[in-house]
């Protein structure tokens, strides 16, 4: 066994770790923001001037990372992506634009894990904590996500016909559910700056990774199986996100669900979709 007394000098500085002080937290919040307001005000904007201003966006989110920041520089990337490859997939195409909007998007994240292992400094990078006025960082930030998914799905919609009259348009029923997730996101961020709470976490895989395969069984199921088959499975799937999961509540949940949306879509709303399998 050896004691520290015989470790190199090198060793003993690659162990350590770096504290970040009340200003680096609140200047790697501050561009770590501005990463992410630059990549939302981009998805509004016409196809030339969306690419650029992303691509600016993952760059200071790169920076943020490099100073300390280790959730606006996940974030940013996948704003950028969404607006890159969904919104104007025309414009980015398949050659040199879209090999260099891939690199911006991998970049922020790359930096980020670098930076917090010492890759660039002899000691390692503890990342930086929320700022002091920030009293529960993980309902703001929670919330803050929350309220970039309402912004997404606004943008998704926004070519679909809205209310015409008293008649429903294809529009209307994404556009009422958004705005309610839009206020539910603001009165967590709220929270999070008057209540205190505890910290933000490490990031957990398993729950989102479930989830978006849950929302790919979905997409991959609805037209051969129906909606009433994809919804359950979409509410079986995605309750495996967690470890606490009760099935038999998660199939009673499925059924009412699977239900509602068979009357709501089809009646309610009057839109022709198909309930159950063609075979």
Same mark, same amino acid.
């Given at each position: 066994?050896?004691?520290?007394?015989?470790?190199?000098?090198?060793?003993?500085?690659?162990?350590?770790?770096?504290?970040?002080?009340?200003?680096?937290?609140?200047?790697?919040?501050?561009?770590?923001?501005?990463?992410?307001? #630059? /990549?939302?005000?981009? +998805?509004? *904007?016409? =196809?030339?001037? $969306?690419?650029?201003?992303?691509?600016?966006?993952?760059?200071? @989110?790169?920076?943020?990372?490099?100073?300390?920041?280790?959730?606006?520089?996940?974030?940013?990337?996948?704003?950028?992506?969404?607006?890159?490859?969904?919104?104007?997939?025309?414009?980015?195409?398949?050659?040199?634009?879209?090999?260099?909007?891939?690199?911006?998007?991998?970049?922020?994240?790359?930096?980020?894990?670098?930076?917090?292992?010492?890759?660039?400094?002899?000691?390692?990078?503890?990342?930086?904590?929320?700022?002091?006025?920030?009293?529960?960082?993980?309902?703001?930030?929670?919330? #803050? /996500?929350?309220?970039? +998914?309402? *912004?997404? =799905?606004?943008? $998704?919609?926004?070519?679909?016909?809205?209310?015409?009259?008293? @008649?429903?348009?294809?529009?209307?029923?994404?556009?009422?559910?958004?705005?309610?997730?839009?206020?539910?996101?603001?009165?967590?961020?709220?929270?999070?700056?008057?209540?205190?709470?505890?910290?933000?976490?490490?990031?957990?895989?398993?729950?989102?990774?479930?989830?978006?395969?849950?929302?790919?069984?979905?997409?991959?199921?609805?037209?051969?199986?129906?909606?009433?088959?994809?919804?359950?499975?979409?509410?079986?799937?995605?309750?495996?996100?967690?470890?606490?999961?009760?099935?038999?509540?998660?199939?009673?949940?499925?059924?009412? *669900?699977? =239900?509602?949306? $068979?009357?709501?879509?089809?009646?309610?709303?009057?839109?022709?979709?198909?309930?159950?399998?063609?075979?």
């Amino acid at each position: 066994m050896t004691d520290s007394a015989g470790s190199s000098p090198r060793a003993v500085v690659a162990n350590s770790h770096l504290e970040p002080t009340e200003a680096e937290s609140l200047n790697a919040f501050a561009v770590g923001l501005v990463g992410l307001v #630059l /990549a939302t005000v981009a +998805i509004f *904007l016409p =196809a030339d001037y $969306a690419i650029g201003l992303s691509c600016v966006a993952c760059l200071v @989110a790169a920076f943020g990372a490099w100073i300390g920041d280790r959730f606006f520089s996940g974030a940013t990337p996948i704003m950028a992506a969404f607006n890159w490859y969904l919104l104007n997939p025309a414009a980015v195409g398949r050659g040199v634009v879209f090999a260099l909007t891939f690199v911006f998007l991998l970049l922020p994240f790359a930096v980020m894990v670098f930076r917090f292992r010492g890759t660039f400094t002899e000691a390692r990078i503890v990342p930086v904590q929320a700022p002091a006025f920030m009293r529960n960082p993980q309902d703001f930030l929670g919330g #803050l /996500a929350l309220l970039e +998914i309402a *912004l997404i =799905a606004w943008r $998704a919609t926004a070519e679909l016909p809205g209310q015409q009259g008293f @008649a429903f348009g294809p529009g209307t029923a994404p556009r009422l559910f958004i705005g309610l997730l839009a206020l539910n996101a603001l009165a967590i961020m709220a929270t999070g700056l008057f209540t205190a709470g505890p910290m933000h976490e490490r990031y957990q895989v398993r729950g989102p990774l479930v989830v978006t395969a849950a929302v790919l069984v979905f997409a991959a199921t609805i037209r051969p199986l129906g909606l009433i088959i994809s919804t359950f499975l979409l509410v079986l799937f995605s309750s495996g996100a967690t470890r606490e999961v009760n099935w038999i509540q998660t199939v009673i949940w499925g059924a009412i *669900l699977s =239900a509602f949306c $068979a009357f709501l879509f089809p009646y309610v709303l009057n839109l022709p979709m198909q309930l159950w399998p063609r075979f």
